[in-house]
Antibody
Framework: QLQLQESGPGLVKPSETLSLTCTVS??????????WGWIRQPPGKGLEWIGS???????YYNPSLKSRVTISVDTSKNQFSLKLSSVTAADTAVYYC?????????????????WGQGTLVTVSS | SYELTQPPSVSVSPGQTARITCSGD??????AYWYQQKSGQAPVLVIY???KRPSGIPERFSGSSSGTMATLTISGAQVEDEADYYC??????????FGGGTKLTVL
C-alpha cells in the first residue's frame, strides 16, 4: 500500500525559505503516469495546489506561487521536496504531499490520491 | 481567475439525501472530483471523473455533472459522513484548483 510522509521544520521565520520533503514508501516514485504533488491548507481554510513533479524532473506550478516555488525529486531516495522562498504569515498552513495521477490534461483527467497525513508549518519570528 | 464555487454548508438529518454542488465555467469540458476531509485528517478521494467511485468508498456516495455544475450526492447520509467536502478540477490552462469547501452536518 502506497504511503507518503511529509517531514521538515514546523517553524520558519518570515522572509526565509520553507523546505519540506515527502518520502514515498510501498511503491516507486519512478512509476510512469504518476506525478507527485504538493497541496497546502491554511488553518480553517480550503485547499490550494502548489505544484507537481514527474520523476524525470518535469514540473509545473500554480501560477500564483510560481515565482517562489521549487519542487525537486530524488529517485534514489524515493523522495520529492518543496521549497517556498520569501515566506510570510500567509504561508502558514498544513502542507500535504500526494501522488498525482495525470491521465489526460485536455479532459482534466487527473487527481491526487493518496495523500500524506500533512505537516503544519508556521511562519513566525 | 477561474473559480469553483461551493455552498459553505449543507445540513441534513441522518438517512436523508445530501447534495453538494460545485459550479465552474470549465466543468462542461473538464472532469470534477470530490474529496472528503474529516476533522484533523487528510482529504480522501470519494468520486473521480465526475461519477466514478474508488474502491472502498460506500455506494451511498455518487457524483454527476451537467453543464457548469457538478454534484456530489450522499444517499442516506450517516453521522460518520459529517466532514468538509471539496470539489476539484482543472481550468483551461491546465492549472489545478479546489472549490472553497462545503461543511456537511448530519444531525
Amino acid at each position: 500500500q502506497l504511503q507518503l510522509q511529509e517531514s521538515g521544520p514546523g517553524l520558519v521565520k518570515p522572509s526565509e525559505t520553507l523546505s519540506l520533503t515527502c518520502t514515498v514508501s510501498g511503491g516507486s516514485i519512478s512509476s510512469s503516469s504518476y506525478y507527485w504533488g504538493w497541496i497546502r491548507q491554511p488553518p480553517g481554510k480550503g485547499l490550494e495546489w502548489i505544484g507537481s513533479i514527474y520523476y524525470s524532473g518535469s514540473t509545473y506550478y500554480n501560477p500564483s506561487l510560481k515565482s517562489r516555488v521549487t519542487i525537486s525529486v530524488d529517485t534514489s531516495k524515493n523522495q520529492f521536496s518543496l521549497k517556498l522562498s520569501s515566506v510570510t504569515a500567509a504561508d502558514t498552513a498544513v502542507y500535504y504531499c500526494a501522488r498525482h495521477l495525470v491521465v489526460d490534461t485536455a479532459m482534466g483527467v487527473n487527481w491526487f490520491d493518496p495523500w500524506g497525513q500533512g505537516t503544519l508549518v508556521t511562519v513566525s519570528s | 481567475s477561474y473559480e469553483l464555487t461551493q455552498p459553505p454548508s449543507v445540513s441534513v438529518s441522518p438517512g436523508q439525501t445530501a447534495r453538494i454542488t460545485c459550479s465552474g465555467d470549465a466543468l462542461p469540458k473538464k472532469y470534477a472530483y470530490w474529496y472528503q476531509q474529516k476533522s484533523g485528517q487528510a482529504p480522501v478521494l470519494v468520486i473521480y471523473e465526475d461519477s466514478k467511485r474508488p474502491s472502498g468508498i460506500p455506494e451511498r456516495f455518487s457524483g454527476s455533472s451537467s453543464g457548469t455544475m457538478a454534484t456530489l450526492t450522499i444517499s442516506g447520509a450517516q453521522v460518520e459522513d459529517e466532514a468538509d467536502y471539496y470539489c476539484y478540477s482543472t481550468d483551461s490552462s491546465g492549472n489545478h484548483l479546489f472549490g472553497g469547501g462545503t461543511k456537511l452536518t448530519v444531525l
